[in-house]
């Protein structure tokens, strides 16, 4: 059983630290691992805009350092705790770390989305030619 609002609350929470002086949105995500770890982590914007860090590219750096695994669960949201669905780029950031039925939150009115509906078909580490075989 996933507390979705207390995953959305840890989301809310790591918002308040983000660094968005160019959006003004702040992000904070939040994430389950395969261990029971809750993570979170918030978004890092820069002068060059492109290379804004989004909160959920922290996310999957915070699940390294606490030891690897995946992500089972996950709630983005505003520093309101207004659930945000992720971007394009986080959703693929997602699909290399995240369990094969990684549940999204979709705020507290609806049911969350399984990744695989916010990115069907996905390209993914089985989709490489295989270590050490010639092309
Ligand atoms: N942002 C995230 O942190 N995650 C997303 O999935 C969508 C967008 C951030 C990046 C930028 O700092 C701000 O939201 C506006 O795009």
Same mark, same amino acid.
């Given at each position: 059983m996933i507390d979705w609002a207390g995953l959305r609350w840890s989301a809310r929470d790591a918002a308040q630290?983000?660094?968005?002086?160019? #959006?003004g949105l702040r992000v904070g995500a939040a994430g389950i691992t395969s261990r029971g770890e809750v993570l979170s982590s918030c978004n890092v914007e820069n002068? #060059?805009?492109?290379?804004t860090l989004c909160a959920e590219c922290g996310l999957v750096s915070a699940l390294a350092l606490s030891g690897g695994g995946k992500l089972s669960a996950v709630s983005v949201a505003d520093s309101d705790g207004k659930a945000l669905l992720p971007c394009g780029r986080c959703r693929q950031l997602l699909h290399e770390h995240? #369990?094969?039925?990684l549940l999204v939150d979709a705020g507290s009115e609806v049911p969350p989305h399984r990744l695989a509906e916010l990115l069907p078909l996905a390209f993914g580490p089985e989709d490489l030619p295989a270590k050490g075989v010639e092309p």
């Open positions: 630290h983000a660094y968005a002086p160019y #959006s002068a #060059s805009f492109g290379l995240g #369990s094969a039925e």
